[in-house]
């Protein structure tokens, strides 16, 4: 028997009578294994080599053309009552569902490999990791999730003496947009993915199960699964403060996750580590703190964009070892993509010669796979098994008007409103519009596995649990101005914005009182060797009351749609900011300095 835990044999049995395959290959994780798998990918033209001087070892995947993103419309969450799913989900009845998928899957492997990939979420010793099992007929999704999660025997023996396991079933079928669907079974712990190869929808450890499955387990035992990053921040003296932060799908996680100070911050000493860029999950430790684990071991993250102004941690780790997917390419095999450098490509991102015409060379929602080893900033803490103390969490989203620079909450119910309120525009990592504002609270609109209503009241009930909480607070990189173009420098810069927060943190820090929370005046922010014009930081730090008079209206609007489910402490707290910005309009708020 291939493993000693019946139940998962059972199981692999019974998907590999349904689905037919040619053979069954138990991954171990290897690197002969790996070896064997990239032979036969190159062999296919699944894998194309890139050039071995410039990038050993590295790849480029060119998908489908209609399969480069997370499909949220065919994403489904089946509980047996749909209420506990949530307006924030689509559903469907289990036994419906079930019945759809056994259907697509009925022979689906006939003359493929059936892959079984043992896979741990988080360190293999950690109490706080958790583990799944993905059967798939992708070897490109055997390669992915190589890199992204700790796979192989390792992962088997921690299941074996768990005894549970979250099953993910994955088949490529036919790449058709029509017969594509990503199903959730959180009351089974199952995730059923048919018809593409794209990351989220495919790499069943990511979102599907340490986002969506994870948070319905995480509510039901008291901690906390989010789209989040998570960073330390050190200081000149050597301390370093944790930090996790969420904001929605390609607004700049990857980036702040691996930020280089800029040059006069980096001469005093500070530094920013890496320990996740996506996926954090949260217990309360034994002194009240909430300790966060990155259940990933890799990235997967967005190319475009990319490069030695914005990323340069990104671009060191990328010259070895990584996938390609949907990027451009130089005429000597090098990937390319829009952002990285001022060279022509010679093909785009679907193999056809590069023409201006066509778009751009590199696909917007492009990725790349690679270990999270491979990155300069990488922190021993990313295998602690338990985890790092987070003193801050950020909220942000990309709003062109509107939301400042960055906020702090009043107190915990507060910060809880303000995850709950964000909107972002959309991006090229879900099919569909892009740059359209949507809300999408705690960056967790496509990945929460239940009903939001129940999500709020779950993260207050962190506050009457006698815990030391994080500060929370609320940023915004992607204000522009009346030209179009974005009024604060980002990237590097954005550590201005983080030595704030961490001077918030420790009481070292003054703010002014807003009716939406606290802000930075100007002096309380190290602005040193940064040429903003005034009038951009004026826009930056302040606050439109008449304008968050209308956000709040629809954010009311946006919580009645989760009717008796929404907690009433958040209703309240809803209530409370629309009274001080109703005071603040009339002329009456306080505007009191607080240190
Ligand atoms: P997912 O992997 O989809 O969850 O995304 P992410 O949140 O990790 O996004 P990522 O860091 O990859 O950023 C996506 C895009 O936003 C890239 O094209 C970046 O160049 C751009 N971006 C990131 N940070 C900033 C910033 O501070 N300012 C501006 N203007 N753009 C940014
Ligand atoms: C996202 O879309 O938020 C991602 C990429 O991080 S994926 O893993 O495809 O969801
Ligand atoms: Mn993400």
């Known amino acids: 028997m291939p493993s000693q835990l019946p139940a998962l044999n059972q199981w692999v049995d019974e998907v590999a009578r349904r689905t037919r395959p040619a053979h069954v290959h138990w991954c171990d994780g290897s690197d002969a294994e790996h070896a064997a798998l990239v032979a036969r990918m190159e062999a296919t033209g699944d894998l194309l080599p890139l050039s071995p001087d410039t990038h050993p070892r590295c790849h480029l995947h060119r998908s489908h053309p209609s399969d480069v993103a997370r499909v949220e419309h065919l994403t489904y969450v089946c509980t047996r009552d749909p209420r506990d799913a949530g307006p924030n989900n689509h559903w469907m009845e289990p036994a419906e569902a079930h019945a759809m998928m056994d259907a697509l899957f009925d022979g689906c492997m006939q003359g493929r490999t059936l892959y079984v990939i043992p896979y741990c979420m988080g360190p293999v010793d950690s109490p706080l990791a958790r583990c799944g099992v993905e059967i798939t007929d992708s070897p490109y999704v055997v390669a992915n999730m190589r890199l992204m999660t700790r796979m192989g025997a390792a992962a088997l023996a921690r299941i074996e003496r768990d005894g549970t396991f979250v099953r993910g079933l994955h088949s490529t079928g036919e790449l058709d947009p029509n017969r594509r669907f990503i199903v959730h079974f959180p009351e089974e712990l199952a995730i059923q993915s048919y018809g593409s190869c794209y990351g989220g929808n495919a790499l069943l450890g990511k979102k599907c199960h340490a986002l969506r499955i994870a948070s319905w387990q995480a509510r039901t035992e008291g901690w906390l699964a989010e789209h989040m990053l998570i960073v330390g921040i ?64 890799g990235f997967f993250g967005v190319a475009p964009g990319t490069g030695a102004k914005t990323n340069p941690n990104a671009l060191a780790m990328l010259d070895r070892d990584a996938i390609f997917t949907n990027v451009g390419l130089t005429a000597d095999n090098q990937p390319w993509w829009e952002g990285l450098d001022e060279r022509i490509p010679a093909f785009d991102w679907q193999g056809r010669p590069y023409d201006r015409a066509n778009g751009p060379a590199a696909h917007p929602n492009a990725r790349f796979t690679v270990s999270a080893r491979q990155c300069p900033s990488w922190s021993p803490k990313m295998d602690d098994p338990n985890g790092v103390p987070i003193s801050a969490i950020v909220f942000g989203g990309r709003r062109e008007s509107l939301v400042p620079l960055v906020m702090q909450a009043r107190d915990w119910n507060h910060g809880v409103l303000l995850g709950a309120a964000m909107a972002s525009e959309t991006t090229a990592a879900a099919t569909g519009a892009v740059g359209v504002v949507r809300r999408d609270p705690m960056a967790m609109k496509p990945f929460c596995g239940y009903n939001f209503g129940d999500y709020f009241s779950h993260w207050l009930s962190f506050g009457h649990r006698g815990l030391s909480l994080p500060k929370i607070f609320h940023v915004n990189w992607f204000r522009k101005g009346a030209d179009g173009r974005f009024l604060w420098p980002g990237f590097g810069d954005n550590l201005r914005v983080l030595e704030w927060i961490v001077g918030r943190c420790r009481g070292s820090r003054g703010a002014v009182e807003t009716p939406v929370g606290l802000l930075p005046r100007r002096a309380d922010l190290d602005l040193s060797g940064l040429a903003l014009p005034d009038a951009a930081l004026d826009a930056l730090l302040s606050v439109d009351p008449a304008g968050y008079h209308r956000e709040y209206a629809a954010i009311g609007e946006y919580l009645d749609e989760f009717g008796d489910r929404v907690p009433g402490a958040l209703r309240l707290e809803h209530r409370k900011a629309v009274a001080l910005l109703e005071q603040a309009a009339a002329g009456s708020a306080p505007r009191a300095a607080v240190g």
């Open 234 to 297: 050190e200081d000149p003296r050597g301390e370093v403060t944790y930090v996790a932060a969420a904001f929605p799908s390609a607004c700049g996680k990857t980036n702040l996750a691996m930020l280089i100070p800029p040059p006069a911050f980096r001469e005093q000493g500070w530094k920013v580590w890496t320990i996740g860029d996506d996926i954090c999950w949260m217990h309360p430790g034994p002194d009240g703190r909430l300790y966060a684990i990155n259940p990933e071991a």
